[in-house]
């Protein structure tokens, strides 16, 4: 696990959310704050809420009770604001299939970055924001391929491309590894990590080894709570275990 870093300012607030689902509770008051520098875990076994509340923060689901804060401005009430701070890659991100992937790409910068027409640039820097996106996800000798012919790795790294538009300071990341070979997953791990000097990153994984190795923070969730939540060390104390593995099993099991 990576060491941590000096705090900021913070990035993200969650306060007391609740997500309630015809009487069930799928988020349970739960509450955490997230600052520059971070690149956070949120680990949890299948069905513990971690999508729900990825979904939440990104302001593309309303909490049946507390609230989200991003960078000070309340989602609830300032969602376009909150939303031009995040990049979010979520779970099965929906994409469209007779697009080719430069298609795909040009069509979301024009909404994300949304340049006044009176902007002489305008091209120019969608043109720019194209080329670099394509280049950091590593997908440029897929740009003229339609979306319906792609792997599903190659599906992944270009919904990662379209949550980097606009350089948002606040990465979304639900399972980004997900149906990438291990070379792929390697890079991807990497280019987090270097991302990270200036971002907020919070990463939604059942992936063990992803959360020791890649992050500094683990917010451990399971039946909708946090359980735990630190370093490592700090899981691992709480747990009376020496390994992650161990410790997950326990306070998963425990619903503590």
Same mark, same amino acid.
């Given at each position: 696990? +990576?060491?941590?870093?000096?705090?900021? @300012?913070?990035?993200?607030?969650?306060?007391?959310?609740?997500?309630?689902?015809?009487?069930?509770?799928?988020?349970?008051?739960?509450?955490?704050?997230?600052?520059?520098?971070?690149?956070?875990?949120?680990?949890?076994?299948?069905?513990?809420?971690?999508?729900?509340?990825?979904?939440?923060?990104?302001?593309?689901?309303?909490?049946?009770?507390?609230?989200?804060?991003?960078?000070?401005?309340?989602?609830?009430?300032?969602?376009? =604001?909150?939303? +031009?701070?995040?990049?979010?890659?979520?779970?099965?991100?929906?994409?469209?299939?007779?697009?080719?992937?430069?298609?795909?790409?040009?069509?979301?910068?024009?909404?994300?970055?949304?340049?006044?027409?009176?902007?002489?640039?305008? @091209?120019?820097?969608?043109?720019?924001?194209?080329? $670099?996106?394509?280049?950091?996800? @590593?997908?440029?000798?897929?740009?003229?391929?339609?979306?319906?012919?792609?792997?599903?790795?190659?599906? $992944?790294?270009?919904?990662?491309?379209?949550?980097?538009?606009?350089?948002?300071?606040?990465?979304?990341?639900?399972?980004?590894?997900?149906? =990438?070979?291990?070379?792929?997953?390697?890079?991807?791990?990497?280019?987090?990590?270097?991302?990270?000097?200036?971002?907020?990153?919070?990463?939604?994984?059942? =992936?063990?080894?992803?959360?020791?190795? =890649?992050?500094?923070?683990?917010?451990?969730?399971?039946?909708?709570?946090?359980?735990?939540?630190?370093?490592?060390?700090?899981?691992?104390? +709480?747990?009376? @275990? +020496?390994?992650?593995?161990?410790?997950?099993?326990?306070?998963?099991?425990?619903?503590?």
């Amino acid at each position: 696990m +990576k060491s941590s870093k000096s705090l900021t @300012k913070s990035t993200i607030e969650v306060k007391n959310i609740v997500k309630t689902y015809d009487n069930i509770e799928a988020v349970k008051n739960v509450s955490f704050s997230t600052h520059i520098g971070e690149i956070i875990a949120l680990l949890g076994p299948n069905g513990a809420g971690k999508s729900t509340l990825m979904n939440m923060i990104a302001g593309f689901l309303s909490p049946t009770s507390g609230g989200v804060f991003v960078n000070g401005n309340n989602v609830a009430e300032k969602d376009l =604001l909150s939303k +031009k701070d995040i990049g979010f890659l979520p779970e099965g991100a929906p994409m469209y299939a007779d697009m080719t992937v430069n298609q795909f790409l040009k069509y979301f910068i024009e909404l994300k970055l949304n340049l006044d027409d009176e902007n002489s640039n305008k @091209k120019q820097i969608y043109a720019d924001e194209l080329v $670099r996106i394509k280049k950091v996800a @590593k997908i440029e000798n897929v740009s003229s391929q339609r979306i319906e012919t792609l792997s599903k790795g190659y599906l $992944r790294r270009v919904g990662f491309a379209a949550s980097l538009i606009g350089n948002p300071p606040i990465l979304l990341l639900d399972e980004p590894t997900d149906g =990438l070979d291990p070379n792929q997953k390697e890079h991807m791990r990497q280019l987090i990590s270097e991302m990270s000097k200036d971002k907020t990153i919070l990463i939604s994984t059942h =992936l063990l080894d992803e959360a020791e190795t =890649l992050a500094n923070r683990i917010i451990l969730i399971n039946k909708g709570r946090v359980v735990a939540d630190g370093e490592l060390g700090d899981i691992l104390s +709480k747990a009376k @275990k +020496k390994t992650l593995a161990e410790a997950f099993k326990f306070l998963t099991n425990k619903g503590a």
